[in-house]
């Protein structure tokens, strides 16, 4: 309370003795501090950065001082439309002493720039930290907030990690207001519904929960919202630090949410009742809850015939388990079942051995291991070079290598094969759980050679069954089985013939479309003479 009497009492020819304002200051109303003490305090919670501006204003016959952070507001913007408006209404005889008259002078001045009025010293701090300028005027109890924001950010170009062959070609970016407009694009509907979160005690990241209100599921929404309201961490930077502090707590390395940075994934799954997340400074958008099918669909397969949707989608199931098993089947069966190959085959693999010094377990630790360090360093490399260096890379060190007798031709061949089926999932995360399984199923095939690939193989499915997305079953909807959502699992039936949505997600409209048949040439008419 002492240092609240010396603020009140504080004129402008004294200093605040202290460099660090209490928290209980930023709590109290503006209408308790002077003008210049109101002044003083915002320059010390703010540390008087260099990019804190406060200029004093004249608006008619009413004296003001408008606060902004030049680096965060687009300065152009408001030199020009900020500046007009003073210029005009300095000739005049405004007079702004009343709250009244700050409300009418902001309705008449600044009605299009989406005006606030606020009333406390730490609403203040975070319209300035929002990008937004704060014009205060001597004797009245509250502040005019504007929004000036600076919009300067990337613009919107082709997704860098999801390559589209047939389709929108539009991404998000960093900035969640031009997200939300994509997405808002494609579904015109005013059910689409976003919730804001500020997330990050240090950072202040804003978040935005998005859902459709006629089709999502309350509780699974309200699942969502509880999380999203339970995070406590001082900063926030990227939408995997969101993921990690709101996926259901389960030891496991299968990816428990989505994420994306094509629009039109988005509003495909906010169609069929899933929740999005949209983390502001992150290009990567949420989507929750997400079970094991759903890495292995593309938006792709609703833009070409469905037969071709179909195999390219059977064709990832068939990745997954090559990427997987190839190379501990490879240990296993030299290791411990030779009987189980051909006897051409079984002679042309000895051969290719003879000169190896090394078990196979040793050989294809070398290859995995050698390959991952190709492929981090093609990742981080400058984009010029890195391709060249992890191509080129790996077939002279392949090819070397066989030649060396460090390795055998045909593990070259399985190690690129193995490579090229981690490539073909649609969602980069879900591939990197392939990576780390396949190292262990390699170490456990040397030792129990196939019975110990399939009992890990059990273990997995096992381990999968009991994993829950927001309360969702992860295998859902192969287990629990249901009929009708097969449709679109392992194979894309016709659009006209998908008429529900997924039901392990409850949603509350069920109906993606009225039942109708396919479209067919109309019948010859009979009766009539040629």
């Known amino acids: 309370m002492n240092y609240f009497k010396k603020l009140m009492s504080i004129n402008s020819k004294k200093e605040i003795p202290s460099k660090v304002v209490p928290t209980e200051a930023k709590e109290i109303g503006i209408e308790e501090l002077t003008f210049e003490a109101l002044r003083e305090v915002i320059g010390l919670t703010f540390g008087n950065t260099a990019d804190l501006q406060s200029d004093v204003i004249r608006v008619g016959k009413s004296e003001g001082c408008i606060y902004y952070l030049e680096t965060v507001v687009n300065t152009e913007m408001l030199k020009e439309m900020l500046g007009n408006t003073l210029e005009n209404s300095a000739d005049k005889d405004i007079v702004v002493d009343t709250i009244e008259d700050l409300q009418s002078l902001s309705k008449k001045s600044f009605g299009v720039s989406g005006y606030k009025l606020l009333k406390k010293v730490n609403e203040i701090v975070s319209s300035l930290l929002e990008g937004r300028i704060v014009i205060v005027f001597r004797g009245v109890g509250q502040a005019l907030s504007l929004n000036y924001l600076n919009s300067e950010g990337r613009s919107v170009a082709e997704p860098t990690t999801q390559t589209v062959v047939r389709g929108p070609k539009d991404s998000f970016v960093e900035d969640a207001s031009t997200n939300i407009n994509l997405i808002r694009k494609r579904i015109r509907n005013h059910q689409l519904r976003f919730e804001k979160f500020m997330i990050g005690n240090e950072t202040r990241t804003n ?17 969502v919202r509880s999380r999203l309201n339970k995070i406590n961490i001082s900063a926030v930077f990227e ?103 051909p ?154 013939s998908i008429n529900k949505r997924s039901s392990y997600l409850s949603p509350n409209v069920k109906n993606k479309q009225k039942p109708q048949g396919s479209p067919s040439p109309p019948k010859p008419e009979s009766g009539k003479k040629k």
């Open 207 to 223: 978040v935005y929960m998005g859902y459709m209100y006629s089709i999502a599921n309350e509780k699974i929404v309200a699942e």
């Open 239 to 341: 939408s995997a630090n969101v993921e990690e502090l709101i996926v259901d707590k389960s030891l496991t390395v299968f990816p428990l949410a989505m994420n994306t940075e094509r629009p039109d994934a988005v509003a495909t799954y906010l169609m069929d009742a899933k929740i999005v997340i949209i983390i502001d400074g992150s290009p990567f958008v949420l989507i929750v809850p997400a079970v094991l099918t759903d890495f292995f669909t593309s938006p792709e397969d609703n833009y070409q015939n469905y037969f071709m949707g179909s195999f390219v989608r059977l064709i990832r199931y068939l990745s997954f388990m090559i990427g997987l098993i190839m190379p501990s089947a490879y240990v296993g069966v030299l290791t411990f079942h030779p009987e189980l190959l």
């Open 343 to 496: 006897t051409t085959l079984l002679l042309s693999v000895i051969a290719q051995r003879e000169d190896v010094p090394f078990p196979a377990v040793v050989e294809v630790f070398i290859m995995e291991i050698t390959f991952e360090i190709l492929r981090e360093a093609g990742v981080r490399m400058p984009r010029a070079v890195g391709q060249t260096v992890s191509i080129v890379g790996a077939l002279v060190i392949g090819q070397a290598a066989a030649e060396a007798g460090i390795i055998s031709n045909i593990m070259v061949i399985i190690v690129a094969i193995t490579a090229i089926a981690n490539f073909v999932f649609p969602n980069y995360s879900f591939a990197n759980a392939s990576r780390l399984i396949r190292f262990v199923l390699i170490i456990v095939a040397s030792i129990l050679g196939l019975y110990g690939v399939l009992l890990i193989l059990v273990f997995m499915v096992a381990h999968l069954s009991s994993l829950r997305s927001f309360g969702v079953p992860y295998l859902a909807p192969v287990a629990p089985f249901i009929v009708e959502d097969q449709k679109d699992v392992f194979v894309r039936f016709p659009l006209w």
